[in-house]
C-alpha cells in the first residue's frame, strides 16, 4: 500500500503555487484524487509516481509504502 505523507505533498503542491486542479491536470488524475490522497489516503503506485514527477519530487519524499 501505498499512502501519501499529507503534509510533504500538501507542501509540495504549495510550493509550485498550484491547486489541486492544476497538479492533478499536469499528472494527468483527476481532482478528486488528488484531495483524496492529499487527506492520507491511498494511491495506486502508478498515481503515486505522476504526482511525484509532476512535483519534481520522488515518491519516497511524498509517499509511504507499506503492507
Known amino acids: 500500500m501505498i499512502t501519501a505523507k499529507p503534509a510533504s505533498l ?12 492544476n497538479l492533478a ?15 492520507g489516503l491511498s494511491a495506486s503506485p502508478e498515481t503515486a509516481k505522476k504526482l511525484a514527477d509532476a512535483l519534481g519530487k520522488t515518491i519516497s519524499e511524498l509517499f509511504t509504502i507499506g503492507c
Open 10 to 21: 500538501k507542501m509540495a503542491r504549495i510550493d509550485k503555487g498550484w491547486s489541486c486542479a
Open 25 to 39: 491536470r499536469v499528472a494527468g488524475v483527476t481532482s478528486p484524487t488528488v484531495t483524496r490522497i492529499e487527506k
